[in-house]
């Protein structure tokens, strides 16, 4: 399991920050895309046509992942919100990623269905209308199909908070799913999505914006326990002759599926005893735009489990040359929660209040450069410090476009 950033800047692009994406592989191959600012797709091409010179490995990665994202295992695209930064690039991606899947595709003319498997995009209220229209409005083909569940509709103060409606599916459209909105016990809601067919579980929940804004959060399914053959072996070795079979460790895969096997001289091989405790899948939260984040379900939803990581905004920081011109921790915090935004001591604060393992900023003004220089690195670390210090944790990381952040396996439960 690894995420890749793809656009790590706000706003403003820079040279050395592009528009917001980031690239999460469940398994190391299916791509699951978390917004899709302009130019996403150019940077998933760099990456695939110069990996070794461009990825750049996380803190306390040995290496990076080993491959790059590749625009034609997009499975699923979730945006966080509509704003320019963090969706215009969806268009020119979904089209090229659809042509690169399905190069056999039917043209689809007469509405017969698609041979392929279709790329799910999820969203807060407006998304299936921008697709549909930009794609009809470009008359733009999608080679697999695209579906547009049903969008996640949260409440906005905003005035755009309600884009006009497209109710016209695309040539290329297939019908996607409805959820239904829960309510936590502190009135904030979120939508449960089915669990994928590797068990994954999705939810999505309202976070305050200046826009109606989601994060993620995403959860791995338990892995069965190692089968803990040295205590299985003995069993069926004294038993072999009298099952007949050649091998008897053929028997073993029926063990790990959850059957019991009935030995002939009465044993009972239970999984309950012959597999070590399950090890516990891992969880990540992808959180868009927010000015305070500790205003949501993921409060509650998290309770249930430590969170591994967390991918939190940072775009406005007070460092020290700001306090030498006259500028306060209070007043950045005051401004930047003005405009929608979060601060470092603020994602050091949420982390901490959802106790997550490890916290990854993202999201920066174009301020703070990207780069490998010396200079940049020193800022960058005046902004993690101050994540650090709120969080109670050294493990803050920066990102930067193209690092690999590989998400670590748990070990099993005693």
Not at 4 to 31: E, W, Y
Request: net charge negative; aromatic share 6%; proline share 8%.
């Amino acid at each position: 399991m690894d995420i890749t950033f793809l656009g790590t800047a706000s706003a403003q692009p820079s040279p050395t920050r592009n528009h917001s994406s980031l690239a999460f592989r469940p398994d190391g191959g299916d791509v699951w895309l978390f917004d899709c600012g302009e130019a996403t797709q150019h940077q998933l091409i760099n990456l695939m046509a110069d990996y070794t010179a461009l990825a750049i490995p996380a803190p306390g990665n040995v290496a990076p992942a080993h491959s790059a994202p590749r625009l034609a295992k997009i499975s699923r695209i979730f945006l966080t919100h509509l704003h320019g930064d963090h969706c215009f690039g969806l268009p020119g991606l979904l089209c090229t990623a659809g042509s690169v899947v399905s190069t056999n595709a039917s043209t689809n003319d007469v509405g017969t269905p698609r041979p392929t498997n279709p790329v799910h995009i999820y969203g807060p209220q407006g998304t299936k209308s921008y697709v549909r229209s930009m794609l009809q409005h470009t008359m733009s083909r999608v080679g697999t199909g695209f579906v547009t569940n049903n969008s996640f509709s949260v409440r906005s103060a905003s005035v755009d908070a309600s884009p006009p409606a497209n109710d016209t599916p695309h040539i290329d459209e297939v019908p996607g799913e409805s959820y239904s909105a829960l309510v936590t016990t502190s009135g904030y809601a979120y939508w449960t999505l089915p669990p994928t067919s590797s068990g994954f579980v999705i939810q999505a929940a309202a976070i305050p914006h200046t826009v109606p804004t989601v994060g993620y959060l995403l959860r791995e399914p338990a892995s069965p326990g190692r089968l803990q053959i040295e205590l299985v072996r003995p069993i069926l070795q004294r038993n072999s002759a009298a099952l007949g079979l050649k091998n008897p460790l053929s028997l073993l895969p029926r063990l790990k599926r959850g059957e019991s096997l009935v030995m002939p001289d009465g044993t009972v091989m239970s999984p309950e005893l012959c597999l070590a405790s399950p090890r516990p899948g891992r969880v990540v939260l992808i959180l868009g735009d927010t000015s305070n984040a500790l205003e949501s379900a993921f409060v509650t939803l998290s309770q249930d489990d430590v969170v591994d990581v967390v991918v939190h905004e940072a775009t406005n920081a007070c460092l020290p040359c700001d306090m030498a011109a006259g500028l306060t921790t209070e007043s950045v915090e005051i401004n930047t929660k003005a405009h929608g935004h979060s601060t470092p001591d603020m994602a050091g604060a949420f982390a901490r209040a959802i106790k997550c393992k490890r916290l990854i900023l993202n999201h920066f003004s174009s301020r703070y450069k990207g780069d490998g220089s010396t200079d940049s690195m020193d800022v960058m670390d005046q902004v993690r410090q101050l994540a650090v210090a709120s969080f109670g944790s050294d493990d803050v990381v920066c990102a930067r476009d193209f690092m690999q952040v590989t998400v670590a396996l748990r070990s099993s439960e005693p």
